[in-house]
Protein backbone atom coordinates (compact mmCIF):
# COMPACT_ATOMS: atom_id res chain seq x y z
CA UNK A 1 0.00 0.00 0.00
CA UNK A 2 1.00 3.38 -0.43
CA UNK A 3 0.47 4.95 2.84
CA UNK A 4 4.19 4.39 3.65
CA UNK A 5 4.28 7.67 1.59
CA UNK A 6 3.72 10.46 3.85
CA UNK A 7 4.10 14.29 4.88
CA UNK A 8 6.02 13.51 7.90
CA UNK A 9 9.22 14.62 6.48
CA UNK A 10 8.28 18.40 6.94
CA UNK A 11 8.37 17.89 10.56
CA UNK A 12 11.96 16.12 10.30
CA UNK A 13 14.64 18.25 10.48
CA UNK A 14 15.11 20.04 6.75
CA UNK A 15 18.27 20.15 5.10
CA UNK A 16 19.22 23.42 3.68
CA UNK A 17 17.75 23.31 0.51
CA UNK A 18 14.60 22.90 1.55
CA UNK A 19 14.81 25.29 4.21
CA UNK A 20 14.41 28.70 1.92
CA UNK A 21 11.19 27.09 -0.13
CA UNK A 22 9.14 26.16 3.30
CA UNK A 23 10.55 29.80 3.92
CA UNK A 24 9.07 31.45 1.48
CA UNK A 25 6.16 29.16 0.62
CA UNK A 26 4.35 29.66 4.24
CA UNK A 27 5.37 32.84 5.03
CA UNK A 28 4.75 34.91 1.91
CA UNK A 29 0.87 33.97 1.63
CA UNK A 30 -1.24 36.53 -1.22
CA UNK A 31 -4.48 36.11 -2.50
CA UNK A 32 -5.56 36.12 -6.05
CA UNK A 33 -8.48 35.36 -8.02
CA UNK A 34 -7.41 33.75 -11.80
CA UNK A 35 -10.04 34.01 -14.37
CA UNK A 36 -9.80 31.65 -17.70
CA UNK A 37 -11.84 31.28 -20.41
CA UNK A 38 -12.70 27.62 -20.65
CA UNK A 39 -14.69 26.85 -17.65
CA UNK A 40 -16.44 23.67 -18.23
CA UNK A 41 -19.59 25.17 -16.70
CA UNK A 42 -21.60 22.32 -17.91
CA UNK A 43 -19.57 19.16 -16.85
CA UNK A 44 -19.55 17.74 -13.27
CA UNK A 45 -15.62 17.43 -12.91
CA UNK A 46 -12.89 17.07 -15.25
CA UNK A 47 -9.73 15.00 -15.91
CA UNK A 48 -5.93 16.09 -16.28
CA UNK A 49 -3.43 13.24 -17.18
CA UNK A 50 -0.41 13.24 -15.87
CA UNK A 51 1.82 13.56 -18.97
CA UNK A 52 -0.40 16.51 -19.87
CA UNK A 53 1.15 18.85 -17.35
CA UNK A 54 2.77 21.92 -18.89
CA UNK A 55 6.65 22.36 -17.81
CA UNK A 56 7.45 25.31 -16.42
CA UNK A 57 11.46 24.76 -15.49
CA UNK A 58 13.69 21.85 -16.13
CA UNK A 59 16.95 21.17 -14.93
CA UNK A 60 19.55 18.47 -13.94
CA UNK A 61 18.30 19.37 -10.46
CA UNK A 62 14.56 18.97 -10.51
CA UNK A 63 11.62 20.69 -12.47
CA UNK A 64 8.41 22.18 -12.14
CA UNK A 65 5.63 21.24 -14.01
CA UNK A 66 1.49 23.10 -13.60
CA UNK A 67 -2.20 22.16 -14.63
CA UNK A 68 -4.84 24.15 -15.08
CA UNK A 69 -8.38 22.49 -13.75
CA UNK A 70 -11.18 24.35 -14.33
CA UNK A 71 -13.68 24.80 -11.94
CA UNK A 72 -16.92 25.37 -14.12
CA UNK A 73 -17.21 29.30 -13.05
CA UNK A 74 -15.20 30.42 -16.01
CA UNK A 75 -11.94 29.94 -13.80
CA UNK A 76 -9.47 27.89 -12.75
CA UNK A 77 -7.36 25.95 -10.14
CA UNK A 78 -3.80 26.21 -10.52
CA UNK A 79 -1.63 23.12 -9.44
CA UNK A 80 2.46 23.03 -9.23
CA UNK A 81 4.30 19.72 -8.89
CA UNK A 82 7.70 19.54 -7.86
CA UNK A 83 10.07 17.38 -7.45
CA UNK A 84 14.09 18.15 -6.31
CA UNK A 85 16.64 16.02 -6.77
CA UNK A 86 18.92 15.51 -3.92
CA UNK A 87 21.19 18.73 -2.46
CA UNK A 88 18.98 20.71 -4.97
CA UNK A 89 17.58 24.41 -4.05
CA UNK A 90 13.99 25.83 -5.13
CA UNK A 91 15.19 29.12 -5.27
CA UNK A 92 13.05 31.80 -2.88
CA UNK A 93 10.03 33.16 -4.47
CA UNK A 94 7.25 35.62 -3.62
CA UNK A 95 3.75 34.19 -3.92
CA UNK A 96 0.98 36.07 -5.30
CA UNK A 97 -1.90 33.79 -4.20
CA UNK A 98 -2.26 31.53 -1.14
CA UNK A 99 -0.23 28.32 -1.39
CA UNK A 100 -0.84 24.79 0.06
CA UNK A 101 1.54 22.18 -0.26
CA UNK A 102 1.56 18.57 0.42
CA UNK A 103 5.38 17.23 0.63
CA UNK A 104 5.65 13.54 -0.17
CA UNK A 105 8.55 11.43 1.33
CA UNK A 106 9.77 7.99 1.24
CA UNK A 107 12.88 6.45 3.28
CA UNK A 108 12.74 4.38 -0.22
CA UNK A 109 12.96 7.50 -2.85
CA UNK A 110 16.00 10.22 -2.68
CA UNK A 111 13.57 12.88 -4.56
CA UNK A 112 11.46 15.32 -2.75
CA UNK A 113 8.34 15.45 -4.51
CA UNK A 114 5.89 18.63 -3.72
CA UNK A 115 2.10 19.13 -4.73
CA UNK A 116 1.25 22.83 -4.57
CA UNK A 117 -2.36 24.16 -4.85
CA UNK A 118 -2.60 27.64 -5.15
CA UNK A 119 -6.35 28.83 -3.98
CA UNK A 120 -8.57 31.53 -4.74
CA UNK A 121 -10.27 33.99 -2.69
CA UNK A 122 -13.55 35.47 -3.83
CA UNK A 123 -12.75 38.78 -2.24
CA UNK A 124 -9.43 39.69 -3.91
CA UNK A 125 -8.25 40.37 -7.54
CA UNK A 126 -5.34 39.17 -9.46
CA UNK A 127 -3.43 40.37 -12.52
CA UNK A 128 -3.15 36.29 -14.24
CA UNK A 129 -0.06 37.97 -16.46
CA UNK A 130 2.05 38.30 -13.01
CA UNK A 131 1.62 34.28 -12.72
CA UNK A 132 1.67 32.43 -9.20
CA UNK A 133 5.05 33.58 -7.72
CA UNK A 134 7.80 35.58 -8.95
CA UNK A 135 11.83 35.03 -8.01
CA UNK A 136 13.10 37.15 -4.92
CA UNK A 137 16.14 37.61 -6.82
CA UNK A 138 14.16 39.82 -9.23
CA UNK A 139 12.76 42.00 -6.40
CA UNK A 140 16.12 43.12 -5.92
CA UNK A 141 17.26 43.46 -9.79
CA UNK A 142 14.12 46.09 -10.05
CA UNK A 143 16.01 49.09 -8.01
CA UNK A 144 19.08 51.13 -8.49
CA UNK A 145 22.46 50.33 -7.09
CA UNK A 146 22.44 53.15 -4.73
CA UNK A 147 18.81 52.64 -3.17
CA UNK A 148 20.22 48.30 -2.07
CA UNK A 149 23.64 49.62 -0.92
CA UNK A 150 21.89 52.18 1.60
CA UNK A 151 18.71 49.82 2.66
CA UNK A 152 20.70 47.00 3.27
CA UNK A 153 23.73 48.80 4.53
CA UNK A 154 26.02 46.14 1.92
CA UNK A 155 29.02 47.39 0.52
CA UNK A 156 28.94 48.27 -3.04
CA UNK A 157 31.00 45.49 -4.45
CA UNK A 158 28.58 42.47 -2.71
CA UNK A 159 25.63 44.97 -4.51
CA UNK A 160 27.50 45.02 -7.33
CA UNK A 161 28.02 41.58 -7.55
CA UNK A 162 24.49 40.28 -6.86
CA UNK A 163 23.20 42.60 -9.42
CA UNK A 164 25.88 41.51 -11.95
CA UNK A 165 24.97 37.82 -11.77
CA UNK A 166 23.65 35.52 -14.50
CA UNK A 167 20.08 34.35 -13.55
CA UNK A 168 19.94 30.91 -12.12
CA UNK A 169 17.37 28.66 -13.06
CA UNK A 170 14.73 28.17 -10.39
CA UNK A 171 15.93 24.92 -9.71
CA UNK A 172 19.97 24.61 -9.09
CA UNK A 173 22.64 22.51 -6.88
CA UNK A 174 23.17 23.40 -3.46
CA UNK A 175 26.61 22.14 -2.16
CA UNK A 176 28.72 23.33 0.97
CA UNK A 177 29.83 26.80 0.74
CA UNK A 178 33.40 26.29 1.69
CA UNK A 179 34.89 28.48 -0.08
CA UNK A 180 34.68 32.36 2.43
CA UNK A 181 33.43 33.95 -0.27
CA UNK A 182 30.83 32.33 -1.50
CA UNK A 183 29.53 31.51 2.42
CA UNK A 184 29.71 35.16 3.11
CA UNK A 185 27.33 35.71 0.11
CA UNK A 186 24.89 32.89 1.16
CA UNK A 187 25.01 34.54 4.66
CA UNK A 188 24.18 37.96 3.64
CA UNK A 189 21.15 36.92 0.95
CA UNK A 190 19.77 34.79 3.93
CA UNK A 191 20.23 37.77 6.34
CA UNK A 192 18.68 40.01 3.54
CA UNK A 193 15.55 37.69 2.94
CA UNK A 194 14.96 37.47 6.88
CA UNK A 195 15.18 41.11 6.83
CA UNK A 196 12.87 41.37 3.70
CA UNK A 197 10.49 39.46 5.30
CA UNK A 198 10.12 40.49 8.86
CA UNK A 199 11.65 43.76 8.79
CA UNK A 200 9.33 46.83 9.69
CA UNK A 201 6.77 47.84 7.05
CA UNK A 202 6.54 44.60 5.57
CA UNK A 203 4.08 41.02 6.39
CA UNK A 204 4.61 39.59 10.18
CA UNK A 205 6.62 36.24 10.56
CA UNK A 206 4.41 34.10 12.60
CA UNK A 207 6.11 30.51 12.90
CA UNK A 208 2.77 29.31 14.33
CA UNK A 209 0.85 29.70 10.63
CA UNK A 210 4.04 28.26 8.95
CA UNK A 211 4.16 25.65 10.97
CA UNK A 212 3.86 21.99 8.56
CA UNK A 213 1.16 19.28 9.53
CA UNK A 214 1.56 15.78 8.88
CA UNK A 215 -1.70 14.65 7.67
CA UNK A 216 -1.00 11.40 9.16
CA UNK A 217 -1.10 12.94 12.54
CA UNK A 218 -4.53 13.64 12.23
CA UNK A 219 -7.34 11.56 12.99
CA UNK A 220 -9.01 9.69 10.42
CA UNK A 221 -12.53 10.43 9.58
CA UNK A 222 -13.33 7.02 8.56
CA UNK A 223 -11.57 3.40 8.95
CA UNK A 224 -12.92 0.06 8.08
CA UNK A 225 -11.40 -3.14 5.86
CA UNK A 226 -11.91 -1.66 3.22
CA UNK A 227 -9.84 1.76 3.47
CA UNK A 228 -10.20 4.94 5.48
CA UNK A 229 -10.11 9.06 4.76
CA UNK A 230 -9.17 12.10 6.99
CA UNK A 231 -9.30 15.34 5.99
CA UNK A 232 -7.59 18.78 7.33
CA UNK A 233 -9.56 21.98 8.03
CA UNK A 234 -8.45 24.89 10.02
CA UNK A 235 -9.17 23.63 12.88
CA UNK A 236 -6.68 20.77 12.80
CA UNK A 237 -4.03 23.50 10.96
CA UNK A 238 -3.72 26.86 11.63
CA UNK A 239 -1.47 27.60 8.70
CA UNK A 240 -4.81 26.88 6.52
CA UNK A 241 -6.85 29.35 9.18
CA UNK A 242 -6.72 32.61 6.33
CA UNK A 243 -6.30 30.10 3.01
CA UNK A 244 -9.60 28.87 2.48
CA UNK A 245 -8.68 25.26 1.65
CA UNK A 246 -8.68 22.06 2.85
CA UNK A 247 -6.84 18.83 2.58
CA UNK A 248 -8.04 15.34 2.16
CA UNK A 249 -6.91 12.01 1.61
CA UNK A 250 -8.33 8.56 0.96
CA UNK A 251 -6.56 5.06 0.78
CA UNK A 252 -8.67 2.46 -0.70
CA UNK A 253 -8.20 -1.40 0.02
CA UNK A 254 -8.16 -3.74 -3.23
CA UNK A 255 -12.34 -4.06 -4.85
CA UNK A 256 -13.06 -1.63 -2.86
CA UNK A 257 -15.36 1.43 -3.47
CA UNK A 258 -15.98 4.94 -1.78
CA UNK A 259 -19.81 4.74 -1.88
CA UNK A 260 -21.53 7.10 -4.07
CA UNK A 261 -21.95 10.40 -2.67
CA UNK A 262 -21.66 14.46 -3.22
CA UNK A 263 -20.12 17.29 -1.19
CA UNK A 264 -22.37 20.02 -0.36
CA UNK A 265 -19.60 22.40 0.90
CA UNK A 266 -16.78 22.62 -1.87
CA UNK A 267 -15.55 21.24 -4.80
CA UNK A 268 -12.48 18.91 -4.75
CA UNK A 269 -9.40 18.78 -6.67
CA UNK A 270 -7.25 15.69 -6.36
CA UNK A 271 -4.05 13.77 -7.22
CA UNK A 272 -3.59 10.43 -6.99
CA UNK A 273 -1.01 9.36 -5.18
CA UNK A 274 -0.71 5.44 -5.67
CA UNK A 275 -2.55 2.85 -7.75
CA UNK A 276 -5.19 3.17 -10.49
CA UNK A 277 -8.64 3.39 -10.33
CA UNK A 278 -11.95 4.37 -11.86
CA UNK A 279 -13.89 7.64 -11.48
CA UNK A 280 -17.56 8.15 -11.98
CA UNK A 281 -19.23 11.24 -12.24
CA UNK A 282 -23.48 11.56 -12.51
CA UNK A 283 -24.97 14.79 -13.79
CA UNK A 284 -28.07 15.07 -11.96
CA UNK A 285 -29.09 17.95 -13.25
CA UNK A 286 -32.75 18.35 -14.96
CA UNK A 287 -31.02 20.68 -17.66
CA UNK A 288 -30.46 19.25 -21.13
CA UNK A 289 -28.27 16.41 -21.18
CA UNK A 290 -26.16 18.29 -24.02
CA UNK A 291 -25.65 20.58 -20.86
CA UNK A 292 -24.44 18.37 -18.31
CA UNK A 293 -23.34 14.57 -19.54
CA UNK A 294 -22.49 12.06 -16.68
CA UNK A 295 -19.19 10.39 -17.42
CA UNK A 296 -16.11 7.77 -16.15
CA UNK A 297 -12.49 8.04 -16.34
CA UNK A 298 -9.84 5.81 -15.30
CA UNK A 299 -6.95 7.98 -13.46
CA UNK A 300 -3.57 6.56 -12.78
CA UNK A 301 -0.87 8.10 -10.27
CA UNK A 302 -0.24 11.40 -11.00
CA UNK A 303 -3.54 12.09 -12.83
CA UNK A 304 -5.38 15.32 -11.51
CA UNK A 305 -9.16 15.19 -11.43
CA UNK A 306 -11.87 17.46 -10.45
CA UNK A 307 -15.27 17.06 -8.81
CA UNK A 308 -17.55 19.77 -8.51
CA UNK A 309 -20.02 20.90 -5.78
CA UNK A 310 -23.16 18.65 -5.87
CA UNK A 311 -22.31 16.42 -8.23
CA UNK A 312 -22.78 12.80 -7.13
CA UNK A 313 -19.54 10.52 -7.48
CA UNK A 314 -18.26 7.10 -6.57
CA UNK A 315 -14.41 6.12 -6.96
CA UNK A 316 -13.41 2.73 -7.04
CA UNK A 317 -10.00 0.68 -6.77
CA UNK A 318 -9.43 -2.12 -9.11
CA UNK A 319 -9.10 -6.19 -7.63
CA UNK A 320 -5.25 -6.37 -8.29
CA UNK A 321 -4.45 -2.79 -6.29
CA UNK A 322 -4.81 -0.42 -3.86
CA UNK A 323 -5.92 3.19 -4.86
CA UNK A 324 -4.59 6.08 -2.32
CA UNK A 325 -5.22 9.70 -3.80
CA UNK A 326 -5.46 13.04 -1.86
CA UNK A 327 -6.57 16.53 -2.47
CA UNK A 328 -7.86 19.94 -2.07
CA UNK A 329 -11.10 21.50 -0.86
CA UNK A 330 -12.29 24.85 -1.58
CA UNK A 331 -13.31 25.12 2.06
CA UNK A 332 -11.49 24.86 5.26
CA UNK A 333 -14.94 23.96 7.04
CA UNK A 334 -16.08 20.32 7.81
CA UNK A 335 -17.42 19.42 4.34
CA UNK A 336 -20.03 16.37 5.01
CA UNK A 337 -20.20 14.77 2.44
CA UNK A 338 -23.77 13.27 1.67
CA UNK A 339 -23.90 9.18 1.21
CA UNK A 340 -26.46 7.89 -1.02
CA UNK A 341 -25.71 4.15 0.17
CA UNK A 342 -25.11 2.16 3.74
CA UNK A 343 -25.88 2.88 7.00
CA UNK A 344 -25.29 6.24 6.74
CA UNK A 345 -27.09 6.73 3.64
CA UNK A 346 -29.32 10.40 3.36
CA UNK A 347 -31.98 8.37 1.95
CA UNK A 348 -32.61 7.05 5.51
CA UNK A 349 -34.25 10.44 6.52
CA UNK A 350 -36.69 9.96 4.22
CA UNK A 351 -39.82 8.02 4.74
CA UNK A 352 -40.24 4.69 2.69
CA UNK A 353 -43.68 5.88 1.23
CA UNK A 354 -41.61 9.51 -0.02
CA UNK A 355 -38.92 7.15 -1.45
CA UNK A 356 -41.28 4.58 -2.89
CA UNK A 357 -43.14 7.85 -4.64
CA UNK A 358 -39.54 9.35 -5.38
CA UNK A 359 -38.48 6.15 -7.36
CA UNK A 360 -42.13 5.50 -8.88
CA UNK A 361 -41.83 1.78 -7.59
CA UNK A 362 -43.42 -0.05 -4.57
CA UNK A 363 -42.51 0.07 -1.27
CA UNK A 364 -41.33 -3.73 -1.00
CA UNK A 365 -38.56 -2.29 -3.72
CA UNK A 366 -37.59 0.56 -1.55
CA UNK A 367 -37.05 -1.75 1.61
CA UNK A 368 -35.08 -4.64 -0.98
CA UNK A 369 -32.91 -1.71 -1.56
CA UNK A 370 -32.14 -0.01 1.90
CA UNK A 371 -31.84 -3.11 3.95
CA UNK A 372 -29.05 -5.28 2.39
CA UNK A 373 -25.97 -2.99 2.98
CA UNK A 374 -24.34 -3.03 6.29
CA UNK A 375 -21.43 -0.72 5.80
CA UNK A 376 -20.81 2.96 5.12
CA UNK A 377 -18.98 5.29 3.05
CA UNK A 378 -16.42 2.96 1.81
CA UNK A 379 -17.85 -0.28 0.46
CA UNK A 380 -16.30 -3.69 -0.62
CA UNK A 381 -16.88 -3.59 -4.61
CA UNK A 382 -15.15 -6.44 -5.90
CA UNK A 383 -14.69 -5.74 -9.46
CA UNK A 384 -16.46 -2.69 -9.92
CA UNK A 385 -13.61 -0.65 -11.12
CA UNK A 386 -13.09 -3.49 -13.84
CA UNK A 387 -16.87 -3.85 -14.73
CA UNK A 388 -17.00 0.38 -14.62
CA UNK A 389 -13.94 0.42 -16.97
CA UNK A 390 -15.44 -2.26 -19.51
CA UNK A 391 -18.81 -0.21 -19.44
CA UNK A 392 -16.26 2.86 -20.14
CA UNK A 393 -14.99 1.15 -23.12
CA UNK A 394 -18.50 -0.14 -24.29
CA UNK A 395 -19.08 3.57 -23.92
CA UNK A 396 -16.10 5.07 -26.01
CA UNK A 397 -16.44 2.10 -28.54
CA UNK A 398 -20.29 3.06 -28.48
CA UNK A 399 -19.27 6.86 -28.80
CA UNK A 400 -16.52 5.55 -31.59
CA UNK A 401 -19.19 3.91 -33.38
CA UNK A 402 -21.36 6.61 -32.84
CA UNK A 403 -18.88 8.62 -34.16
CA UNK A 404 -18.15 6.74 -36.99
CA UNK A 405 -22.21 6.77 -37.83
CA UNK A 406 -22.22 10.34 -37.30
CA UNK A 407 -19.00 10.79 -39.62
CA UNK A 408 -20.55 8.17 -42.22
CA UNK A 409 -24.05 10.20 -41.97
CA UNK A 410 -21.94 13.84 -41.90
CA UNK A 411 -19.90 11.95 -45.33
CA UNK A 412 -23.33 10.44 -46.93
CA UNK A 413 -24.58 14.19 -46.21
CA UNK A 414 -21.70 15.80 -47.25
CA UNK A 415 -21.87 13.49 -50.74
CA UNK A 416 -25.35 14.30 -51.13
CA UNK A 417 -24.73 18.20 -50.31
CA UNK A 418 -21.83 18.14 -52.62
CA UNK A 419 -24.16 16.37 -55.50
CA UNK A 420 -26.89 18.72 -54.71
CA UNK A 421 -23.81 21.38 -54.77
CA UNK A 422 -22.43 20.10 -58.00
CA UNK A 423 -26.35 20.06 -59.40
CA UNK A 424 -27.00 23.52 -58.30
CA UNK A 425 -23.47 24.57 -59.70
CA UNK A 426 -24.31 22.23 -63.22
CA UNK A 427 -28.11 23.98 -63.52
CA UNK A 428 -25.87 27.30 -62.33
CA UNK A 429 -23.55 26.83 -64.57
CA UNK A 430 -25.98 25.86 -67.58
CA UNK A 431 -28.00 29.11 -66.94
CA UNK A 432 -24.99 31.53 -67.04
CA UNK A 433 -24.07 29.36 -69.87
CA UNK A 434 -27.44 30.45 -71.44
CA UNK A 435 -27.40 34.12 -70.23
CA UNK A 436 -23.70 34.12 -71.87
CA UNK A 437 -25.18 32.98 -75.01
CA UNK A 438 -27.96 35.65 -74.47
CA UNK A 439 -26.03 38.46 -73.56
CA UNK A 440 -23.54 37.21 -76.68
CA UNK A 441 -26.06 37.13 -78.98
CA UNK A 442 -27.81 40.52 -76.99
CA UNK A 443 -24.18 42.03 -77.66
CA UNK A 444 -23.89 40.57 -81.33
CA UNK A 445 -27.13 42.47 -81.97
CA UNK A 446 -26.07 45.42 -80.54
CA UNK A 447 -22.49 45.50 -82.00
CA UNK A 448 -24.41 44.82 -85.35
CA UNK A 449 -27.23 47.95 -84.43
CA UNK A 450 -24.01 49.73 -83.42
CA UNK A 451 -22.05 49.03 -87.08
CA UNK A 452 -25.40 49.68 -88.86
CA UNK A 453 -26.00 53.34 -86.83
CA UNK A 454 -21.96 53.62 -87.69
CA UNK A 455 -22.55 52.79 -91.30
CA UNK A 456 -25.82 55.14 -90.99
CA UNK A 457 -23.81 57.34 -89.39
CA UNK A 458 -21.31 57.60 -91.88
CA UNK A 459 -22.94 58.21 -94.65
CA UNK A 460 -24.99 60.80 -93.45
CA UNK A 461 -21.65 62.31 -92.18
CA UNK A 462 -20.85 61.34 -96.22
CA UNK A 463 -23.68 63.34 -97.57
CA UNK A 464 -23.33 65.96 -95.58
CA UNK A 465 -19.68 66.24 -96.04
CA UNK A 466 -20.29 66.15 -99.44
CA UNK A 467 -23.20 68.76 -99.58
CA UNK A 468 -20.92 70.93 -97.39
CA UNK A 469 -18.13 70.74 -99.68
CA UNK A 470 -20.82 71.39 -103.37
CA UNK A 471 -21.66 74.30 -100.41
CA UNK A 472 -18.36 75.44 -100.23
CA UNK A 473 -17.41 74.91 -103.72
CA UNK A 474 -20.89 76.40 -104.50
CA UNK A 475 -19.25 79.46 -102.71
CA UNK A 476 -15.56 79.09 -103.64
CA UNK A 477 -17.55 79.54 -106.95
CA UNK A 478 -19.99 82.76 -106.34
CA UNK A 479 -17.12 84.24 -104.34
CA UNK A 480 -14.32 83.66 -107.30
CA UNK A 481 -17.21 84.90 -109.75
CA UNK A 482 -17.78 87.61 -107.57
CA UNK A 483 -14.13 88.26 -107.29
CA UNK A 484 -13.62 87.58 -111.05
CA UNK A 485 -16.76 90.38 -111.96
CA UNK A 486 -14.87 92.42 -109.48
CA UNK A 487 -11.33 92.09 -111.21
CA UNK A 488 -13.12 93.07 -114.03
CA UNK A 489 -15.20 95.66 -113.07
CA UNK A 490 -11.70 96.76 -111.59
CA UNK A 491 -9.52 95.94 -114.83
CA UNK A 492 -12.68 97.70 -116.82
CA UNK A 493 -12.37 100.64 -114.61
CA UNK A 494 -8.50 100.42 -114.65
CA UNK A 495 -9.08 100.53 -118.43
CA UNK A 496 -11.56 103.12 -118.03
CA UNK A 497 -9.05 105.19 -116.39
CA UNK A 498 -6.20 104.36 -118.51
CA UNK A 499 -8.00 104.97 -122.08
CA UNK A 500 -9.34 107.98 -119.84
CA UNK A 501 -6.17 109.09 -119.47
CA UNK A 502 -5.21 107.94 -122.93
CA UNK A 503 -8.14 110.38 -124.60
CA UNK A 504 -6.47 112.94 -121.89
CA UNK A 505 -3.44 112.49 -123.03
CA UNK A 506 -4.26 112.17 -126.61
CA UNK A 507 -6.53 115.55 -126.28
CA UNK A 508 -3.79 117.53 -124.60
CA UNK A 509 -1.53 116.08 -126.93
CA UNK A 510 -3.98 117.24 -129.97
CA UNK A 511 -3.92 120.19 -127.93
CA UNK A 512 -0.41 120.79 -127.51
CA UNK A 513 -0.38 119.56 -131.90
CA UNK A 514 -3.05 122.27 -132.76
CA UNK A 515 -1.48 124.62 -130.51
CA UNK A 516 1.51 123.83 -131.77
CA UNK A 517 0.36 124.45 -135.49
CA UNK A 518 -1.17 127.36 -134.52
CA UNK A 519 2.12 128.39 -133.56
CA UNK A 520 3.00 127.33 -137.13
CA UNK A 521 0.81 128.52 -138.89
CA UNK A 522 1.06 131.66 -136.81
CA UNK A 523 4.86 131.72 -137.84
CA UNK A 524 4.02 131.26 -141.52
CA UNK A 525 2.03 133.83 -141.63
CA UNK A 526 4.33 135.83 -139.72
CA UNK A 527 7.18 134.23 -142.39
CA UNK A 528 5.20 135.40 -145.11
CA UNK A 529 4.41 138.77 -143.90
CA UNK A 530 8.08 139.10 -143.24
CA UNK A 531 9.14 137.52 -146.88
CA UNK A 532 7.22 140.34 -148.19
CA UNK A 533 9.20 142.89 -146.16
CA UNK A 534 12.23 141.38 -147.14
CA UNK A 535 13.50 138.36 -149.58
CA UNK A 536 16.97 139.08 -147.81
CA UNK A 537 15.45 137.43 -144.66
CA UNK A 538 13.89 134.93 -146.33
CA UNK A 539 16.76 132.32 -146.81
CA UNK A 540 17.72 132.71 -142.91
CA UNK A 541 13.95 132.37 -141.82
CA UNK A 542 13.61 129.24 -144.22
CA UNK A 543 16.19 127.63 -142.63
CA UNK A 544 14.68 128.76 -139.01
CA UNK A 545 11.82 127.05 -140.27
CA UNK A 546 13.29 123.81 -141.25
CA UNK A 547 15.28 123.67 -137.96
CA UNK A 548 11.72 123.78 -136.12
CA UNK A 549 9.96 121.41 -138.40
CA UNK A 550 12.81 119.09 -137.63
CA UNK A 551 12.31 119.87 -134.47
CA UNK A 552 8.45 119.26 -133.64
CA UNK A 553 8.91 116.12 -136.24
CA UNK A 554 11.69 114.96 -133.52
CA UNK A 555 8.86 115.96 -130.63
CA UNK A 556 6.47 114.07 -132.15
CA UNK A 557 8.47 110.78 -132.93
CA UNK A 558 9.69 111.16 -129.03
CA UNK A 559 5.92 111.28 -128.28
CA UNK A 560 4.85 108.54 -130.04
CA UNK A 561 7.62 106.75 -128.54
CA UNK A 562 6.57 107.39 -125.93
CA UNK A 563 3.15 106.65 -126.35
CA UNK A 564 3.85 102.87 -128.05
CA UNK A 565 6.41 102.28 -124.57
CA UNK A 566 3.63 103.36 -122.27
CA UNK A 567 1.38 101.20 -124.04
CA UNK A 568 3.95 98.20 -123.86
CA UNK A 569 4.36 98.80 -120.16
CA UNK A 570 0.61 98.65 -119.75
CA UNK A 571 0.16 95.38 -121.80
CA UNK A 572 2.75 93.86 -119.48
CA UNK A 573 1.09 95.23 -116.41
CA UNK A 574 -2.41 94.02 -117.54
CA UNK A 575 -0.18 90.40 -118.37
CA UNK A 576 1.47 90.56 -115.45
CA UNK A 577 -1.99 90.96 -113.11
CA UNK A 578 -4.02 88.65 -115.43
CA UNK A 579 -0.64 86.13 -114.42
CA UNK A 580 -1.00 87.04 -110.84
CA UNK A 581 -4.87 86.18 -110.85
CA UNK A 582 -4.60 82.94 -112.60
CA UNK A 583 -2.04 81.91 -109.68
CA UNK A 584 -4.16 83.20 -107.09
CA UNK A 585 -6.74 80.89 -108.95
CA UNK A 586 -4.90 77.72 -108.75
CA UNK A 587 -3.54 78.35 -105.39
CA UNK A 588 -7.06 78.94 -103.95
CA UNK A 589 -8.27 75.60 -105.67
CA UNK A 590 -5.14 73.59 -104.64
CA UNK A 591 -6.11 74.94 -100.88
CA UNK A 592 -9.78 74.20 -101.58
CA UNK A 593 -8.46 70.80 -102.73
CA UNK A 594 -6.66 69.82 -99.54
CA UNK A 595 -9.14 71.29 -96.97
CA UNK A 596 -11.73 68.79 -98.48
CA UNK A 597 -9.21 65.66 -98.66
CA UNK A 598 -8.71 66.22 -94.95
CA UNK A 599 -12.28 67.36 -94.12
CA UNK A 600 -13.31 64.08 -95.40
Not at 37 to 58: F, L
Not at 537 to 566: G, T
Amino acid sequence: MASNESSSAVNRPLSLSLRPFILCCFLLLLCCYTVSGDGSAGAPGSMVRRDERTRIAVTEYGEVSAVDVGNGRRGFYHLQFITLEPNALFLPVLLHADMVLYVRTDPQREKLRIHAFFTNPDDDSYEPLIGAYSSVGDLLRGFDRKVLQEAFKAPEELIEEILSATRPPPIIHATAASESKKHIFWEWEARMLKSYLTGAGSIGYNKKKTRAYNVYDADKDFENCNGWSLTVTKKDARSLKHANIGIFLVNLTRGSMMGPHWNPQATEVAIVLHGQGMIRLVCSSSSKESDCKSTRFRVNEGDVFMVRRFYPMAQMSYNNDSFVFMGFSTTTRRNYPQFLAGKSSVLQALGKDVLAASFNVPNTTVDELMAPQADSVILECTSCAEEEERLMEEEIEKEREEEAERRREEEEREREEEEEKRRREEEEREREEEKERQREEEEREREEEKARQREEEERRREEEEERRREEEEEEARRKEEEEKRRREEEEREREKEKEERRREEEEGRRRREEEEEREWEEEERRWREQEEEGQGRREQEEEHRSRRRQEYEREREMRQHEEDRRRRRERAEREQEEARRQEEEMERWQREGEEAVGGG
